[in-house]
């Protein structure tokens, strides 16, 4: 397989996604805070073009990591925006994009907290505040074997955590998302046990490919995406990677996972993608790639091989030498 390494000095994501309008990064911070701002002039046509708050374009982004083989076209944002799972919602992958107006990521906090020596409770714009955004280009794959290829716009989780000083005796970062049944119709079921939980290991957590997205395709990220703020781990299964989060906490021991405790034959801790070990419902040897133009035996798309660590081995491969990973699943 080809691997193309884009470097800092290539062209970002821009060119897949050309806007006509981008606000910059201080005026996507207040918009999320919904302070009131002095506008330049870009950003008031923006504004009097009535882009919600979830069509807002970013312009300051680095570029960052992407790592793609030469199969690996960019997800249509179409498919990306309306094929989602977002239980909070309904279950149907098309009900996210169709309910998420009844949900308000703005204004919006996020709680920091457990064995941590800078606990405390920011409004988003000053838990951005002093990390760059970058986008970050990852295979995404679901562990019920479908795939996309996702231009994320994000901060870096290590530099997250080390912000707040874990103490000696913090193992895991547990994640959780928001629990507002009167706006989110699936919490008024009981699907999942709500608020969604998950987790990860402190030194996954800190690995340079884990970030806390907050946009995708240059755009702040939509609700049915896991607006204003979700993680992204592009190593594991889909499930991992929390949407719509309002605390962080470190703790010692491994947090109970929402799809750990539903199924807890079917779902682990971990969750890494990998080829080897089947799920006992759907094989995890291959995926088809959602969006995947010219690839169609009639409506299915054509299926690919599933990649260890979805493609990542190089970068997170040692965090697993000491486990068995058929039995760490
Ligand atoms: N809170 C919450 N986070 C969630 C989910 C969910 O139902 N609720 N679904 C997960 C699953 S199973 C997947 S595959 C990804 C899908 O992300 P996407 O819809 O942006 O592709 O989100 C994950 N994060
Ligand atoms: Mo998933």
Known sequence: MLIRHRKSSDVASREITPESVYLNRRNFLSVASGAAIALTAGERSARAAGLPASGAAFANVKPGYAKLGEDDAVTPHESATTYNNYYEFAQGKDQPA???????????????????????????????????LEERIYRLRCVEGWSMVIPWVGISLAEVVRRFEPLGSAKYLRLETVHRPEELPGQRGDMLIWPYVEGLRLDEATNPLAILAVGMYG????????????????????????????????????????????????????????????????????ERRIGDGGKFFGL???????????GYEEEVAHLYSDLDLRKNF
């Open 98 to 132: 169709k309910l998420a107006h009844t949900f308000k990521p703005l204004p919006w906090k996020v709680a920091v907290d457990g064995l941590c020596a800078k606990p405390g409770t920011l409004e988003l714009d000053a838990f951005l505040q002093p990390h760059d």
């Open 219 to 286: 755009k702040v990220l939509p609700g049915q995406s896991g607006a204003p703020i979700r993680l992204v781990v592009p190593w594991k299964y889909g499930f991992k990677s929390v949407k719509s989060i309002v605390r962080l906490s470190f703790t010692e021991e491994a947090p109970h996972n929402t799809w750990a405790i539903k199924r807890p034959d079917e779902y682990g801790f971990y969750a890494n993608v990998n080829p080897l070990v089947d799920h006992p419902r759907h094989t995890q040897a291959t």
């Open 300 to 310: 299915i798309e054509e299926r690919r091989p599933t990649l260890m660590l979805n």
